[in-house]
Structure formats: C-alpha cells, structure tokens
C-alpha cells in the first residue's frame, strides 16, 4: 500500500472511533478527543463533563467501550483516559451542546442563547459570540440566523486562531439548527493591547553626552592650522616682488661694453668700466 493511501485509511480509522465514542458517551458531554497510536497501545484522552458517565459501576462502561474499539474499529490494545473539564462555561464545544438541547426541549432560541451568554461572561471570559440558523420560528417558516454577543472578540486574522470555537446541531420538529459558539478565554493576549508604555527602558547616563558636547563645540586648531589656505592674492604679490628683486641684481651686477673708435691719427683705448650709482646716505634723525 502507498504511504498516501495510508495516511487517509488512518485518518478515516481515527474518525470512525471518535464518531463511535461520541455516540455513547453523548450523555456524559464529550468535549475533545485525542487519539495517539504508540508501539505498545493506542491511547485515548477522553474530556468530558461527567467522567462518571464514562467510567460506570465499577468500570464496567469502560470495559465495554474498550472490548467494542478492539472487535469492531480493529484498535490495537486501547487505553482509555477519562479527563473532567474544569470549567465546562468556558469550553465552547459544551455551550454549543447544551443551547442545542434545550432548542430541542423547550423551542425558545433567544432564551436559551441568552442565558448562555450569561452564563459564559459571569465565568470570566472575555469575549463571546453565539450564532443559531436554521428554522428557528417553526414548521412552515423561513429559516434564518440570530446571533448574539458581549465584550472584545475578534473574527479575522491571524489573532483568531485564539478564540475558541465550537458546533452542534440540535434536531427540532420544523429542521435542523445549526449553533456554533465563540469564546475568548480569560488570560488571552492579543497583539492589539498589548502596553508599550509599560516595557522598562534602560537608563541612560547624563554625563557622558555632556562631555561629548563639550568636545565637539570646541574647535580643533591643529585641523585648522594644517587646512588653511593663505589668499591667492597675496602670494601673486609676493611673487613679483621677488621676481623684481633678480631682476635688479642681474641688471647691477652687468658690466657695460664699450666699442674702440679708430682714427686715423690716434688710437682710443678701451674704457673703463663705471662704476653703477649708489644712491645717497640718508641722515638720521637727531
């Protein structure tokens, strides 16, 4: 057999029991049932209202449930553990039975799902939401839904997988009625009210910002001394005037030449070089 064809015949297997369990036990207010299969047993945890349903004089209800898994569904070795819910107001799957059996008694909806709704706010939840459609008014009317609901619920998101949901179907003369029950249990979180204003935040130290103010509103003279940049202008200036300054000294330092004039009579000797002027001596002052 294929592994696929595995998984669905035992998912099927599982559904079959629970069906079978709910059935016989219905008295008793089945809340959840959670079945594991190990290599030695097959246990089953059972939730229920009334674990004395389950158990039975001296253990005999038990014994016959658990001979009836062997013989008919084929379960290997079943150990079955009864479970009592502790609060039974908060749990939406025993709400959503009990509105539907007392559809089935007394045929008021409204009364019903409203003494309900009572019943799981005063247990502390936090929320709650309870939806009947079906015919609701009588053989011969329409159907239709009614719904009621008190305190903070969500239905969309990613935060409603925390709200708990259950389903009945309760059989009445005119149809049948759907009901499905939403509770919000006391001590769910959701992201939306969670308190910001309440997360400690570290202290922070005053004086090491003030003196890194300091430090920073004081200049730094060696970047300013190194970045400086001295004006165009002036070293223009300064470059003529040194340009100017070789220029004289080379002009100074110059020995004119004179060319010899021949006559015919006399011959002129080469002159001599002149000295350049020197400018006169100031006086000094007195």
Do not use: C
Not at 77 to 83: A, D, G, K
Not at 97 to 120: C, D, S, W
Not at 262 to 267: G, L
Request: glycine residues 8%; charged residues 30%; proline residues 7%.
């Amino acid at each position: 057999m294929a592994s696929e064809k595995k998984f669905i015949q035992k998912a099927l297997s599982d559904f079959e029991v629970k069906e079978f369990l709910q059935r016989e036990l219905a008295q008793a207010g089945v809340s959840s049932i959670q079945i594991q299969k190990t290599p030695i047993a097959t246990r089953i945890a059972i939730a229920v209202r009334r674990p004395g349903l389950v158990v039975g004089k001296k253990g005999q209800t038990i014994k016959d449930i658990t001979e009836m898994l062997q013989r008919s569904y084929g379960v290997e070795n079943p150990q079955i553990e009864v479970i009592e819910v502790a609060q039974p107001s908060l749990d939406a799957k025993l709400m959503a039975e009990k509105v539907g059996k007392q559809l089935e008694i007394k045929g008021n909806a409204k009364t019903a799902m409203r003494f309900a709704l009572r019943e799981i706010m005063s247990a502390g939840a936090i929320g709650s939401e309870i939806r009947a459609a079906g015919k609701l008014v009588g053989k011969g009317g329409k159907a239709k839904t009614t719904t009621i609901r008190a305190g903070y619920l969500k239905k969309s998101g990613e935060e409603s997988k925390k709200v708990a949901e259950g389903h009945f179907t309760a059989y009445l003369k005119a149809g049948a009625v759907g009901i499905t029950v939403k509770i919000v249990r006391p001590g769910t979180i959701f992201a939306d009210t969670v308190d910001l204003t309440k997360l400690a935040v570290p202290a922070i130290s005053e004086t090491p910002v003030e003196e890194k103010k300091d430090e920073a509103a004081k200049p730094d003279k060696k970047k300013r001394t190194t970045t400086r940049k001295r004006p165009v202008k002036a070293k223009e200036g300064k470059t003529e005037a040194k340009e100017a300054k070789t220029e004289g000294d080379v002009v100074a330092d110059a020995k004119p030449t004179v060319q010899p004039v021949e006559t015919p009579s006399t011959v002129v000797p080469a002159a001599t070089p002149t000295p350049a002027p020197q400018a006169p001596a100031q006086p000094t002052p007195a």
